[in-house]
């Protein structure tokens, strides 16, 4: 039974090891709508995206990143549960003492391939991989103690997976002057983006019914029936409008949505993977005979689209000569493989204590659907060019045996 808990956990960790934010994100923990000028404002407030009065490049896998977490097993469990022969009672109460009804696999990955401003507009493409599953506490529990109810039930609320992958080209338009503010109001510019997207794979939860009963009078019975969509190449489009607005020389704040009218609508390849099983009446006395009925098929699905969940973000950023603060504010309307209804607050921090060598400090808060994440980067800075390498911990204030996911990040820029 372990082994079998075991690949349901590791095939959602795999399914989520796709995804995606701009890997310099990782280096403040996600508060980043206002840090990102040139290229990177392309996705993430278009509206600055001159205002370093500098033209930058992004070159093929100089900005990269990828995190793999959950919220409920640290590394120290997952080795125990892996390594031991057997669980008693007291391992496996420690598996499930973490979790708050549910396991959930979060995973993001971001890889530029290429990228350049020019005065107030930017064009650039990367790679992006977005992956969450979900187990239900109840599954877990049936698994590792077997049956202690009559019935179980299970759906695809609390037992699901999903993954994405595509490759964007995005324009972006910003330093536009909002008119009509009256001049004693300080001013606000604007941006937009769009994005012409090609989906690589997707895969999605379709359907997750399973019923497990067991009671003296009828036996043990199954009733399971499982539906995964898959697509293959695919084309969409998604629009990102940003704002922001220097306050005073020392402090800016801004507002962005994206992924507005996103989706990608699948061409190539569109099909539903199928597994069912089923028993009826199973007693100790005829348990070796053939009552047993499992199988899987797959056939041609109609064409469907995947909706890019639309997020709101607002944001705040106090400037010092040495130091940076920020705070971002992040609200999703739906619950998608890319979103999540859930809002979520991060702070960064970012430290010149000299002119080459940048630090930078992230802490992004805990919910019911995240962990607390805190990052930690280091960078080497020229006239003409940066490089950045971070690392990012979950629940766990440095990376160790007691994070329950990690993070890397590398972000290069050149500019003249």
């Not at 808060?365 to 006239?383: D, I």
């Amino acid at each position: 039974m372990k082994k079998i808990i075991s690949f349901a956990v590791i095939s959602i960790m795999a399914v989520s090891a796709f995804a995606t934010p701009s890997a310099k994100s990782f280096f403040f923990a996600d508060s980043y709508m206002l840090r990102a000028n040139g290229v990177e404002a392309n996705y993430w407030n278009p509206a600055k995206l001159s205002a370093n009065n500098d033209s930058d490049i992004w070159l093929p896998l100089g900005n990269s990143g990828v995190q793999i977490s959950n919220n409920a097993l640290d590394l120290d469990t997952y080795n125990f549960f892996v390594s031991a022969d057997t669980l008693n009672a007291e391992g496996k109460e420690r598996i499930l003492k973490d979790m708050d009804g549910s396991i959930d696999f979060n995973s993001t990955a971001n890889i530029s391939l290429i990228g350049v401003t020019m005065g107030n507009t930017a064009i650039s493409a990367s790679g992006h991989f977005h992956g969450k599953g979900m187990l239900s506490e109840d599954f877990l529990r049936l698994a590792l103690y077997g049956n202690t109810e009559e019935e179980y039930r299970f759906n695809k609320d609390t037992n699901n997976a999903s993954a994405l992958s595509y490759i964007d080209v995005t324009y972006g338009i910003g330093d536009i002057i909002v008119p009509y503010i009256p001049e004693n109001i300080p001013q606000i510019k604007a941006g937009f983006a769009a994005s012409l997207l090609t989906g690589i794979a997707c895969v999605e939860t379709h359907k997750f019914d399973v019923l497990f009963r067991s009671t003296e009078d009828e036996g043990a019975s199954l009733d399971s029936d499982i539906e995964l969509r898959t697509g293959v190449l695919g084309a969409g489009f998604k629009g990102m409008l940003g704002l922001y607005s220097e306050i005073t020389p020392w402090l800016e704040t801004g507002i962005t949505v994206d992924n507005i009218a996103g989706f990608i609508k699948w061409g190539l390849s569109k099909d539903i993977i199928h597994y069912y099983a089923s028993a009826d009446s199973v007693y100790i006395s005829n348990a070796d005979t053939d009552i047993f009925t499992q199988g899987n098929e797959r056939y041609k699905s109609g064409a469907f689209t995947t909706n890019l969940g639309t997020e709101m973000r607002l944001a705040a950023l106090v400037k010092h000569k040495y130091a940076t603060l920020s705070a971002d504010w992040v609200q999703g309307f739906s619950n998608t493989v890319n979103s999540s209804k859930v809002g979520r607050l991060s702070f960064g921090a970012g430290f010149m204590p000299t002119p080459f060598l940048p630090l930078s400090l992230g802490i992004s808060l805990p919910n019911s659907s995240n962990p607390l994440k805190v990052s930690y980067g280091l960078g080497l800075k020229s006239k003409s060019s940066e490089i950045n390498l971070a690392i990012q911990s979950y629940d766990s204030l440095f990376p160790g045996y007691k994070s329950k996911g990690i993070s890397f990040g590398t972000a290069l820029r050149i500019w003249f």
